[in-house]
């Protein structure tokens, strides 16, 4: 019996595939994502961005093949980086055929901009000349004609019926490690779009609001979108789309993953907005702590509350707690215990020195767990 059900999320089972050697669908882990905004042709600086959206948690990371020098720089690229790459192709199929030759592990194609069905026929055979996978990228922006021209603008019934025309194409050439995306900038056509698709096909879903806009109006616009298709239990990889540099779209994917119970990565903080009754600076506190806890990568539970009024409650649903006390008397808890009351000018290191003491514990218990 479960002890909190409400908070369960019951995956839609898809079929697993692998984009290198990373699994998605069919159970595993929902992947983060995220896009290089370098010049792809630039292979240093190509190389330093996917390298540094990797170790911020990104496990797959797509760059732009708008020509033939860029594919041809994935030949070197890949062999410097640590994830698997995605080569993002539009209008040309020729791309497609020179990615997955110079190591692509998967193509990004847009059923409206590829081209004819012999073309898509094409892609597949390079796909499976070079084990690559493929997803199937439909965007509300970019619509077969005929589409339009049949239901008179984007709409879920469209985006569902463009997609499922491609997954027949694949099927019907014994290609079957594909994923498939249904992106609108629209919220409403987004979630009725990759809810009708989980209905009519078990291959796994990239989900994303594409073109969602600024890291803050982005940010939440993408968390309600995405957000409330994970919690239907749809959904295999995710990609946060932000005008704002890369790293920032990871740091939102799994602040939205860590949101909803799915993945844990780094501190989790949960901070009161402040109010009248606060007995330390909470804005700045947390700012600073956010800061300076940006290295962890071993998930931590903290709670920043300024007063007692929910100080308490909160510290025992997390590993480290600190509560606003009166006469800058505050309270330290570890794992809902109380450990030792801090003045306020102390509570930055010291919350650092328990969540770093904290993490080390935490490894140390899983370096014994795998020996034994």
């Known amino acids: 019996m479960e002890i909190r059900p409400y908070r369960t999320i019951k995956r839609k089972k898809t079929k697993k595939i692998y984009v290198g050697k990373i699994p998605v669908g069919g159970g595993s882990p929902v992947s983060v994502q995220s896009m290089t905004n370098t010049v792809t042709t630039d292979i240093k600086k190509t190389i330093e961005q996917v390298n540094s959206?990797?170790?911020?948690?990104?496990?797959?990371?797509?760059v732009s093949c708008p020509d033939q020098s860029s594919t041809a720089a994935l030949k070197e690229i890949v062999k410097q980086v640590t994830v698997p790459i995605v080569a993002d192709i539009h209008f040309h199929h020729q791309r497609a055929l020179e990615a997955a030759d110079n190591g692509a592990a998967c193509l990004r194609i847009n059923p409206g901009n590829i081209g004819s069905k012999d073309r898509i026929v094409e892609v597949i055979k390079a796909a499976k000349s070079n084990n690559c996978s493929i997803r199937v990228g439909v965007n509300a922006g970019s619509l077969d004609k005929s589409l339009l021209e049949k239901y008179k603008e984007p709409c879920p019934e469209a985006l569902v019926e463009s997609a499922m025309y491609n997954v027949k194409l694949l099927e019907d050439n014994d290609f079957f490690n594909f994923k498939i995306s249904v992106k609108s900038s629209d919220v409403f056509l987004s979630i009725k779009s990759?809810?009708?698709l989980s209905e009519v096909c078990d291959y796994p879903l990239h989900l994303g609001i594409t073109e969602a806009g600024s890291l803050f109006s982005g940010s939440i616009k993408s968390?309600?979108?995405?957000?409330?298709?994970?919690?239907?239990?749809?959904?295999?990889?995710?990609?946060?789309?932000l005008s704002a540099e890369p790293i920032e779209e990871v740091k939102a994917g799994f602040e939205i993953l860590k949101s909803l119970n799915i993945r844990s990565r780094g501190v989790k903080i949960i901070s009161c907005p402040s109010c009248a009754r606060q007995a330390f600076p909470v804005i700045d506190t947390v700012k600073i702590l956010e800061k300076?806890?940006?290295?962890?990568?071993?998930?931590?539970?903290?709670?920043?509350?300024?007063?007692?009024?929910?100080?308490?409650?909160?510290?025992?649903?997390?590993?480290?707690?600190?509560?606003?006390?009166?006469?800058?008397?505050?309270?330290?808890?570890?794992?809902?215990?109380?450990?030792?009351?801090?003045?306020?000018?102390?509570?930055?290191?010291?919350?650092?020195?328990?969540?770093?003491?904290?993490?080390?514990?935490?490894?140390?218990?899983?370096v014994t767990k795998r020996e034994n």
């Not at 959206?53 to 797509?62: H, K, N, Y």
């Open 194 to 196: 990759y809810e009708k």
């Open 53 to 62: 959206l990797a170790d911020a948690g990104a496990e797959i990371v797509r």
């Open 223 to 241: 968390s309600i979108g995405i957000g409330q298709l994970l919690m239907k239990g749809i959904g295999d990889t995710i990609r946060v789309s």
């Open 292 to 366: 300076k806890l940006s290295h962890i990568k071993t998930p931590i539970t903290l709670s920043i509350i300024g007063c007692v009024v929910n100080g308490p409650g909160e510290a025992a649903q997390t590993e480290i707690g600190l509560t606003g006390g009166g006469q800058d008397s505050n309270l330290l808890y570890l794992s809902g215990v109380p450990h030792q009351k801090i003045a306020s000018k102390n509570i930055i290191n010291k919350v650092v020195e328990l969540v770093e003491a904290k993490v080390q514990e935490k490894n140390k218990k899983d």
